[in-house]
């Protein structure tokens, strides 16, 4: 992606579209004076020299490339003409038809970035579909890798799939540190002891499986050969049905992700 492509960012001025633009800029996949971001009440103090609007349409009229950061409750109200232009979507469950049908565009992309987007280690999945070209592939890669790591997935059944595995997958490691906190607030450390101890636990153990390209299988099986307090504990929580409990929460944020589609 060239930096002189125009991106629009719709909803620019919330959570996920700022932590996009912010990483974007900061990559230099697109320059400041190439970035529109629309809001809703209030301009933001932030990213100087960016054109910023709460007129969408005079957004998409002024991008390239429109990317849609709405709640998906709230797309069905955002009427924008994207004519010819290349459409991104990173909410939950809006099929490719139906933004190419109410966007008036046959270049439609669904992607599905998460929370770590913020910190530029996002996961993406994303899947084009209509006239999308080399140079549109090249541009989505950009956006996305910007943010982190991202794929071309095969199917919108696995943007569905991932939506839970890894677009609400930072909640997960969030809940069993909460759990882990509770407990050790629990036997007795203080609230600042167990959150630092637990938090970087949790940070450790992610970037070592990011440096070493690790399996956590072979990670896990390696700390069971040891036979010591982490194997007691491992076999414990396998016992009370914690990968049950793992899987059962994917499948329902794999239905939630079609019913929402289906809406």
């Known amino acids: 992606m060239s930096g002189s492509v125009r991106l629009g960012i719709v909803g620019g001025a919330g959570w996920l579209g700022g932590a996009i633009a912010g990483a974007a800029l900061e990559a230099g996949a697109v320059r400041v004076e190439n970035l529109t971001l629309s809001y809703r009440s209030a301009k933001p103090e932030r990213f100087p020299g960016v054109f910023w609007t709460d007129d969408n349409q005079a957004l998409a009229d002024r991008s390239d490339v429109i990317l849609l950061s709405v709640r998906p409750q709230d797309w069905p109200s955002l009427n924008i003409d ?26 439609v992309v669904r992607s599905l970035p998460n929370a770590a987007a913020e910190v530029a280690k996002s996961y993406t999945p994303w899947i084009a579909a209509g006239d999308i070209t080399e140079a549109d592939r090249a541009t989505i890669r950009a956006v996305f890798n910007a943010c982190g790591v991202q794929d071309e997935v095969g199917s919108e059944r696995d943007i569905d799939y991932l939506t839970g595995l890894t677009g609400s997958g930072p909640a997960f490691p969030a809940l069993l540190a909460d759990a882990m906190m509770r407990d050790a607030v629990r036997f007795g450390l203080s609230p600042g002891v167990a959150r630092r101890a637990v938090n970087t636990v949790l940070a450790g153990t992610g970037r070592l499986l990011e440096l070493r390209d690790a399996s956590p ?21 396998r016992e009370a049905g914690f990968a049950e409990a793992v899987a059962r929460g994917l499948a329902s944020a794999f239905r939630k992700s079609v019913e929402m589609g289906e809406a």
């Open 82 to 107: 994207a004519t010819g232009k290349l459409v991104i979507s990173v909410m939950a469950g809006i099929r490719l038809a139906d933004l190419a049908e109410k966007h008036n565009t046959s270049r």
């Open 217 to 237: 299988a072979d990670t896990v099986e390696a700390f069971l050969d040891y036979r010591g307090t982490t194997a007691a504990a491992i076999e414990t929580m």
